[in-house]
């Protein structure tokens, strides 16, 4: 009995050390009066950001950028990716977005992502649709794109509000 408790123990110690070893995304927002506003899931003061939202001022439109695990570039032909069908990059593709009910499915485009070895996908939609609605009032937000899919714990709330009226 008493080794079962140790073991207990250890195994408990070392999924706490894995666990503080994690890298910790967070979300952030930005909304200075002289550059875009901008709310981004990653690690602070890097370029590791799973998913991240940006938009002009006033514009109406947020943009939208989200590195996928999947790997589309297969080869390089000189300084240009190509996908496994000889398709240069980016690719056009199919980016579906979801929030509490709502969701919209928009044309976006792929890039290669040397530092992830995956896809960075791309696509814009208006703070009028449905999803902005529905983002703002549950901070819940998914991409899915290519098969796979990016789905953060929720925004803060205040965070989405204060980004997308920025964004209005």
Do not use: Y
């Amino acid at each position: 009995m008493k080794s079962a408790a140790v073991l207990a123990l250890a195994l408990f110690a070392a999924a706490a050390a894995a666990q503080a070893q994690e890298p910790l995304h967070v979300w952030s927002v930005e909304t200075p009066k002289d550059a875009e506003a901008a709310l981004r899931f990653g690690l602070p003061d890097t370029d590791d950001q799973p998913i991240a939202f940006t938009c002009v001022r006033g514009s109406g439109q947020v943009k939208v950028s989200a590195d996928i695990a999947k790997r589309l570039g297969v080869e390089r032909v000189g300084e240009t990716w190509v996908d496994k069908a000889g398709v240069r990059a980016p690719w056009p593709m199919s980016v579906a977005l979801a929030s509490e009910g709502a969701a919209l499915t928009l044309r976006g485009v792929g890039h290669p992502n040397d530092i992830t070895d995956g896809t960075l996908v791309l696509a814009e939609f208006s703070t009028r649709a449905p999803l902005a609605a529905a983002f703002r009032k549950t901070g819940v937000i998914s991409l899915s794109a290519a098969g796979d899919s990016v789905k953060p714990p929720p925004a803060p709330k205040g965070a989405v509000r204060k980004f997308l009226g920025a964004c209005k």
